[in-house]
């Protein structure tokens, strides 16, 4: 079936670093992918998405770009900032899929250091 | 604007009892979708509702859930008798078929806490 695969956390990182969190997935059909961000006591929030290869999704200085030969998403960042501590989920939905149902990848938790 | 507002925010109940969630979304969307997370863990799919029936259930689905749309507008998620394992957060989105696939706007989600 479907699935999400991200990178394991929680990354620790320092204001102002690159942050770089991989996300690779397995569909039937050609998937959309999403980055949804939740932050501390928060909701989901949907932070980027691409819905074909070659696509680069973007928002807040974050970036991904679906990469099908590869079947990646990755998510960058250039400069961090202690507002982006939050736990960043990877998630596919696929028409192929009954009823284009998000599959979302494990959580990548993130915390951002003065 | 959100596109959907869930009630209540966090729910405390004892186990056994039953616990209604809702979902109220601002437009009129046809897909709607429950999702459930277990503090600290992934977001696990539980159910979607298509044209007033349910269209795919999860294996955590079971019995003891149940979906409607009571006034053909607000949408509700029962668990008849809640067991200490249902504490979780869960969210409710609504969906919208674009010619990619069906974008899902998530709740800010309930909290619901069995005791």
């Known amino acids: 079936g479907d699935s999400v695969t991200q990178m394991e956390g929680p990354v620790t990182l320092s204001e102002e670093a690159f942050l770089t969190i991989n996300c690779t997935y397995t569909?039937?059909?050609?998937?959309?992918l999403f980055w949804y961000v939740q932050y501390p006591g928060e909701g989901l929030q949907l932070l980027l998405k691409?819905?074909?290869?070659?696509d680069k999704g973007s928002n807040k200085g974050f970036e991904a770009t679906y990469r099908k030969e590869t079947t990646s998403f990755h998510l960058e960042k250039g400069s961090v900032q202690v507002s982006d501590s939050a736990v960043y989920f990877c998630?596919?939905?696929?028409?192929?899929?009954?009823?284009?149902?998000?599959?979302f990848g494990p959580g990548t938790s993130l915390s951002v250091i003065p | 604007e959100p596109e959907v507002t869930q009630t209540p925010s966090h729910q405390v109940t004892q186990m056994g009892q039953e616990v209604i969630l809702r979902c109220v979304p601002i437009?009129?969307?046809?897909?709607f979708y429950w999702y459930r997370q277990i503090l600290g863990q992934k977001v696990e799919f539980l159910v979607s509702f298509y044209n007033n029936e349910i269209s795919e259930k999860s294996e955590i689905f079971d019995d003891q859930f149940s979906v409607e749309r009571p006034d053909g507008s607000n949408f509700t998620l029962k668990i008849r008798s809640t067991k200490l394992e249902d504490s979780a957060m869960y969210f409710c989105?609504?969906?919208?078929?674009?010619?990619?696939?069906?974008?899902?706007?998530f709740g800010q989600g309930t909290r619901l806490t069995v005791v």
């Open positions: 569909a039937t059909g050609y998937p959309s």
């Open positions: 691409a819905t074909k290869a070659d």
């Open positions: 437009s009129n969307h046809l897909y």
């Open positions: 989105a609504p969906g919208v078929r674009v010619p990619q696939n069906t974008e899902a706007f």
């Open positions: 998630a596919l939905s696929t028409r192929e899929t009954s009823y284009d149902k998000v599959i």
